[in-house]
């Protein structure tokens, strides 16, 4: 196909991926498709230039339609997402970075900017995408990420290369151990798994079907086993004025408030997010 207006190669993509999505969302889906497959910025779309789509380019956005229509998420297809700042590659070994996670990153960014050499542990660290804009930004400063899964921290690790820091990555099952190998620590950080097994029937299918199981779900009679065991090792490894901050499930702020009681921590605090739900708890000691 040559000298084909490029807005009419859009709107085709589109068309094959309706029903999927919302439209909002198809667009997001389409703009970035475009913009990584075929090289072309919003712009250029809006504008109507000019296109050549050759055969080869004409069969990746097929496939993709195809995946699409599947219910893959449009990060696994493209392997790769921005977040704050960083592009990190993912794949169906870890956890799609969410906005709220975002969100978490700037909230350690600026309450700890004045600060150096600082010790950082990122607990459930997945694809390593809040180890690694702290290591980024925190300068200098000396970040641990801890996962379960190998296969993650070989994306993690991968990524932490690609934007240029060091994060030292550390394989482990945080339920299974009393206490951290690193001791004296300034922040630590944990998203950890908090959808409830109940909570399943809400999800989409590109969540259910193919982003780690092990990365999101707790079971319904425990649904703060995590947040219990992280409590229990920053207790015992973040050094004095040390700071636990966490992602937490909405449905469990006060909750999780509450396993703090009696423990050696002060100045415990439940934020919301953008969306104005509970969605991180911060803690010193």
């Known amino acids: 196909m040559k000298n084909r207006a490029i807005r009419s190669v859009f709107t085709d993509f589109l068309t094959k991926i309706e029903g999927v999505y919302s439209n909002q969302e198809l667009e997001s889906i389409a703009y970035l498709v475009f913009e990584k497959i075929l090289k072309v910025q919003k712009i250029d779309i809006i504008s109507n230039i000019a296109f050549d789509l050759d055969e080869e380019n004409e069969k990746i956005l097929d496939s993709i339609v195809q995946r699409i229509n599947q219910h893959e998420p449009i990060q696994y297809i493209l392997g ?3 977040f704050y700042s960083c592009k990190l590659k993912v794949n ?12 978490l990153v700037d ?5 700890n900017k004045t600060k150096s050499h600082q010790t950082i542990v990122d607990l459930c660290t997945g694809s390593g ?13 000396h970040v641990h990420a801890i996962d379960i899964s190998k296969s993650a921290l070989e994306v993690a690790s991968e990524n932490a290369k690609q934007n240029g820091v060091h994060v030292d990555f550390q394989i482990m099952d945080i339920l299974k151990v009393n206490q951290l190998p690193i001791t004296n ?3 630590i950080v944990s998203n950890p798994p908090y959808v409830t097994e109940g909570e399943k029937k809400y999800m989409q299918k590109n969540v259910l079907d193919y982003e780690p199981a092990i990365a999101i779900f707790v079971p319904n009679e425990d649904p703060l086993l995590f947040y ?4 229990q090792l920053a207790e015992m490894s973040l050094s004095s004025g040390g700071k636990l901050y966490m992602e937490i499930n909405e449905w469990f702020g006060e909750e999780i408030k509450n396993l703090f009681v009696g423990k050696g921590f002060h100045s415990i605090e439940i934020i919301v997010d953008l969306n ?3 969605r991180f708890v911060k803690a010193m000691v």
């Not at 169906?92 to 969100?103: A, G, H, K, M, Q």
């Not at 909230?107 to 309450?111: G, T």
């Not at 995408?129 to 400063?141: D, E, M, Q």
């Open 80 to 82: 790769e997402v921005d």
């Open 107 to 111: 909230l350690i960014l600026k309450e």
């Open 129 to 141: 995408c809040i180890a690694i804009p702290l290591a980024k930004h925190l300068i200098p400063s």
């Open 185 to 187: 620590i300034d922040i």
């Open 276 to 278: 104005s739900k509970d």
């Open 228 to 231: 219990k065991k992280v409590i």
């Open 92 to 103: 169906s070994s870890v956890l799609i970075p969410r906005p709220e996670t975002e969100e």
